[in-house]
């Protein structure tokens, strides 16, 4: 049986209440859902988990290296890469390491060749993953900030547990709205009161909703 560390009876009765109002036969079980959130609020890391793990894990996630510094170790990769390519794809260089490595192994070439593609590959997603780093820090803080994606993960649950036919960016933004009140009911103890108020919880919900619209739709 799970230990409950994140909601009070009385907590956990605020957010069933709305569910029930949402659906009066939910799609889960008031257990399942209470394990659920559970579950999110560890995974998700949010201060003020009464979760001990969660706190190490919050923590650790402070360490993350900004967009500038994730940029700069991107580049330093797919460099070193490049480097490294252009020094064995030399014909006296290439064609001695094939030898050395069949000596080892009769598939060493083989080999060689395969580790020149992964080494090409690895350089391409290094140079893709440096320029996506600098476009986030000239734009500013990347969009899923922690409650970001914790509002995002609470709509996906929200319309499981309510068995509604709707995508999650289709939930009401309005700060009185059954959706954002369970929002603040499930995060409103574990963030500061001016991000979870409902006026915050509902701004940060329709940025969410406008900066999804913006996406452009895969022509491919």
């Known amino acids: 049986m799970n230990v409950i560390y994140n909601y009070s009876a009385d907590e956990f009765g605020t957010i069933w209440g709305i569910i029930k109002r949402v659906r009066e036969a939910p799609s889960m079980d008031a257990e399942l859902l209470r394990s659920r959130l559970d579950d999110l609020i560890a995974a998700l890391g949010l201060p003020g988990s009464k979760d001990p793990f969660t706190t190490a894990f919050h923590e650790f996630a402070t360490l993350r290296q900004s967009e500038g510094e994730l940029a700069a170790t991107f580049g330093e990769i797919a460099g070193t890469t490049d480097k490294l390519l252009k020094l064995v794809d030399g014909s006296e260089v290439r064609a001695e390491l ?68 709707v995508d999650s960016y289709d939930l009401p933004h309005s700060r009185k709205s059954l959706f954002i009140q369970f929002v603040v009911a499930t995060i409103s103890s ?31």
């Open 98 to 165: 094939g030898a050395r490595l069949r000596d080892r192994d009769a598939y060493g070439s083989a080999h060689l060749a395969d580790t020149m593609k992964s080494l090409a590959a690895l350089r391409a997603a290094a140079n893709t993953a440096k320029v996506f780093h600098i476009m986030c820090n000239h734009e500013g803080a990347p969009r899923k900030t922690l409650q970001d994606t914790a509002l995002i993960e609470l709509a996906t649950l929200f319309i499981e547990v309510t068995g509604q036919d």
């Open 190 to 220: 574990f963030l500061p009161k001016t991000e979870a108020s409902p006026t915050a919880i509902a701004k940060r919900w329709k940025r969410l909703k406008d900066s999804e619209a913006e996406v452009p739709e895969d022509e491919s």
